[in-house]
C-alpha cells in the first residue's frame, strides 16, 4: 500500500522560504504529485516528479527521493495567495491513473 | 476549452436515501475519477473508469457504486446514505494525448453532499 505523511500545518512569513515534506511508503511506484488546494476550491496541479531530483517551476519546486521514499515541495518568496493546502499525491503502479493522497498541509502565510 | 463539471454543487439529502452525482470531463479525456474529501481524512479515491470500465476501486463500501458513458461523462451512486457520507466529492479527469503527464488529474468544482 501506500501510506503518505505530511505535516498537517505550517506558517511562514510573506517572503519567505517554506519546504513541504511528504514521505511515503510503497510497494511500488509510478510517479509522485503535489497539488495546491484553496478553500472550498478544487485541486490544482503543481508538480510532477517520477525520477529522482529537483523540478523547478517558477517559485514552486519539488524534489523526489525514490529511495528514501521522500519528497518536498519549495515555496520561494512567499505570497499571501499561497495560503492554501498543499496536496502530496501517489501514483501507485497498475493503478490506471488514480492517485493516493496524503491529507494535505495547511500553510498560512502571514504579513 | 472547457474544465471539469459536476453537477449539482450542493445537495442536501436525509439518511437511507440515494443520490446520482454526475460529472462532465475535459473534452478529450477518457479517464475519470472519484475521489471523496473529508476533514479528517483528505481526499480518498472512490473509483476510475476508463472507457466505459471500471479499471480501479478504492477501499469503499459496495454503497458506493459509478458508471461511465460512451461520452466519458461519468455518474456516481451512493445508496442507503449515511451521516458519514456528508462530504466533498470531486471528480477528476485525465489521459489527455497531448499532455505529458498522461496520469494527472484535472480538478472538477466538487459536489457538496450533506446528510442529515
Keep these: 500500500g501506500q501510506n503518505i505523511d505530511q505535516p498537517t500545518e505550517m506558517t511562514a512569513t510573506e517572503g519567505a522560504i517554506v519546504q513541504i515534506n511528504c514521505t511515503y511508503q510503497t510497494s511500488g511506484f509510478n510517479g509522485l504529485f503535489w497539488y495546491q488546494q484553496h478553500a472550498g476550491e478544487a485541486p490544482t496541479f503543481l508538480s510532477y516528479n517520477v525520477l529522482d531530483g529537483l523540478e523547478e517551476k517558477g517559485r514552486f519546486s519539488s524534489f523526489l527521493s525514490r529511495s528514501k521514499g521522500y519528497s518536498y515541495l519549495l515555496l520561494k518568496e512567499l505570497q499571501m495567495k499561497d495560503s492554501a493546502s498543499y496536496l502530496c499525491a501517489v501514483s501507485p503502479p497498475n493503478s490506471g491513473y488514480a492517485l493516493n493522497f496524503g491529507k494535505g498541509t495547511s500553510l498560512l502565510v502571514t504579513p | ?116
Design chain 2, 1 to 116: 476549452k472547457a474544465g471539469v463539471t459536476q453537477t449539482p454543487r450542493y445537495l442536501i439529502k436525509t439518511r437511507g436515501q440515494q443520490v446520482t452525482l454526475s460529472c462532465s470531463p475535459i473534452s478529450g479525456h477518457r479517464s475519470v475519477s472519484w475521489y471523496q474529501q473529508t476533514p479528517g481524512q483528505g481526499l480518498q479515491f472512490l473509483f476510475e473508469y476508463f472507457s466505459e470500465t471500471q479499471r480501479n476501486k478504492g477501499n469503499f463500501p459496495g454503497r458506493f457504486s459509478g458508471r461511465q458513458f460512451s461520452n466519458s461523462r461519468s455518474e456516481m451512486n451512493v445508496s442507503t446514505l449515511e451521516l458519514g457520507d456528508s462530504a466533498l466529492y470531486l471528480c477528476a479527469s485525465s489521459l489527455s494525448p497531448t499532455s505529458s503527464i498522461p496520469n494527472e488529474q484535472f480538478f472538477g468544482p466538487g459536489t457538496r453532499l450533506t446528510v442529515l
